[in-house]
């Protein structure tokens, strides 16, 4: 039913690609709209593709003497691309590449905020392709910091969080192989505490969450002789994203949260100023909670996030059994970063 809906949508908007009585640039405003419309909180992969397929047509129908209009239409398949769940990174490549087109008319002819957005996006694309060695991660940066000579806290408090959050997740990104490896794992802490002293519960709950989830992961995973400091701070950054990240609301973003967490549970010791007593109790909590994502995500398709917690929580029954009371957390377990 879904599918005929999408094919209907598509028809009509080749149908009015068609009128004789609008003007090439009426025509290619319209078909950018509807696809956007597809575009919208999709419920099917062809939604997307179908939306992709109207932008193409409308580059074809917008007349050459409205280059912002062709701009605004390359930036928009942009994003479509980037939303396209796809193996590979042939969507990411086209995705890019319609961002850098946009660019120069943008910078030229529109205004700061779709330069930014642009920006903004092209960064995100860049660093997915990173991601499979198809750029470099230094770029997406770049592309980030641009945006936000625009996108600054005070006007834009929603875009700077997102930039924030991405810097942050770019910087985690990078080898960390070399003696700058600490420096970066601070500078990506201090971007996402940057984003979190703009964005709050109440006004912005969806990027709080995001931040606190990410602060979390960041925490737990630096590199420091603070480690025990670092966890219980994570703890406390991934009770935060709870309180938005609900099981009957966002069960997928309730899975990974509550998987970070495990992961942390299971390198703290039960009494943080004793810990010579071991991690029984915690161990416990976090197979609990492994359990408990491991059904969420199979519950979502997620089937590799859903093998990694079933071994941790494997790996879990395995410790209990063999722990003496006492002995330590094993602090090499847990390193899956979930976002």
Known sequence: MEGNR???QVRAALAAA?????????????????AMS?????????QIRAAIELYDRALTVCPSEEPLLFARIQARRGTALLALPEEGATSLIGARAAFEAALPCFADRGVPEELAEAEMNLGLAIQNLAGLNKARITDAIAAYQRALRTFDRRRFPREFAILQNNLATAFLSMPFTDARAKMREALAVQAFEEGLKIVNLVDHPVEYAMLQNN??????????????????????AYDEALKVRRRDTMPLEYANTIANKANCLRNLPDDSE???????????AARILYRESRELFSRSGETEKARIVAEAGEQIDRELLTLSPGEGPDETAG???LN
């Open 215 to 236: 602060l979390g992961n960041a925490l737990q995973y630096a590199s420091t002789s603070h480690a025990l400091e670092n966890n219980l701070r994570a703890i406390d």
């Open 274 to 284: 004793r810990p010579q007593l071991g991690n029984r109790a915690n161990l416990i």
């Open 18 to 34: 068609d009128d004789a009585s609008a003007s090439a640039g009426e025509r290619a405003e319209m078909l950018m709209e509807i």
């Open 38 to 46: 597809l575009q919208q909180r999709p419920k099917e992969r062809g």
């Open 335 to 337: 390193r899956n970063f």
């Open 6 to 8: 999408v094919d209907e």
